[in-house]
């Protein structure tokens, strides 16, 4: 099983950038699609966007192309989302998460990270 930790969340003025990390241990890192999470307060957990495997293909949520990027870096086990131009609507707790080959859905999850965005 993996286990997944992410960092790198803060507080930010609106139109800063972050860079978030996920760290993963215990499994094969290559093995699983990745995806990050986000949950703001009063409000449901949203998909933010997620990669591939392989890092080949890449998926976003309406509000985050152009703005943030997904990462991978097999060899470090980790994954990464690049933020720009980041508004206050984007603050949230990020998680990042893995799913076994063959699944749709994402079985394992980080503790997440704070992003504040002030305006």
């Known amino acids: 099983q993996v286990q997944l930790v992410e960092s790198g969340g803060g507080l930010v003025q609106a139109g800063g950038s972050l860079r978030l990390s996920c760290a993963a241990s215990g499994g094969t890192f290559s093995r699983y699609g990745m995806g990050w999470f986000r949950q703001a307060p009063g409000k449901e957990r949203e998909y933010v966007a997620e990669?591939?495997?392989?890092?080949?293909?890449?998926y976003y949520l309406d509000s985050a192309k152009g703005r943030f990027t997904i990462s991978r870096d097999n060899a470090k086990n980790t994954l990464y989302l690049e933020m720009n131009n980041l508004k206050p609507e984007d603050t949230a707790v990020y998680y990042c998460a893995a799913r076994d080959v063959g699944r749709y859905d994402y079985n394992y999850w980080g503790q997440g990270t704070q992003v504040t965005v002030s305006s």
């Open positions: 990669i591939t495997w392989s890092g080949t293909h890449t």
